[in-house]
C-alpha cells in the first residue's frame, strides 16, 4: 500500500514558478514509476510527466516539454514536479500517481493541489 500527499500548489502570475512535491509512505519508493496528472475545469485529467523507479528516464506531455522538470529523492520518497514559465492554460489541479515497475496502471493517486496561474 502506498499513500500519496501531494503539496506545493497555489497561486501565480503567468511566468512565474512553482515546486510541487508528492510525498510517498512505504520502503519500496523505488519500485514505483511516478507520474504526474492534472485536470483543468471542465476538462479529463492529462498526463503531465513521469519518471521512472531509479530516476533514470523522464517522460513528458508536448505543452510542458523546456518549461516543467520530473525529479524524485528516492533516500526522501518524494517526487517533485518543478513549473517554470507557468501560463493560465497550465491552471489545474495537479495530481501524483504511482504505479509498480512492470504494471501499466496507476493504481495510488493523492488527493491533489490547485495550481492557479493569472494572467
Known amino acids: 500500500q502506498v499513500q500519496l500527499v501531494e503539496s506545493g500548489g497555489g497561486l501565480v502570475q503567468a511566468g512565474n514558478s512553482l515546486r510541487l512535491s508528492c510525498a510517498a509512505s512505504?520502503?519500496?519508493?523505488?519500485?514505483?514509476?511516478m507520474a504526474w496528472f492534472r485536470q483543468a475545469p471542465g476538462k479529463e485529467r492529462e498526463f503531465v510527466a513521469r519518471i521512472t523507479g531509479s530516476g533514470g528516464s523522464q517522460y513528458y506531455t508536448d505543452s510542458v516539454k523546456g518549461r516543467f522538470t520530473i525529479s524524485r529523492d528516492n533516500a526522501l520518497n518524494t517526487m517533485y514536479l518543478q513549473m517554470n514559465s507557468l501560463k493560465p492554460e497550465d491552471t489545474a489541479v495537479y495530481y501524483c500517481?504511482?504505479?509498480?515497475?512492470?504494471?501499466?496502471?496507476?493504481?495510488?493517486w493523492g488527493q491533489g493541489t490547485q495550481v492557479t496561474v493569472s494572467s
Open positions: 512505504g520502503r519500496t519508493f523505488s519500485s514505483y514509476s
Open positions: 500517481a504511482a504505479r509498480r515497475t512492470g504494471t501499466n496502471d496507476y493504481t495510488y
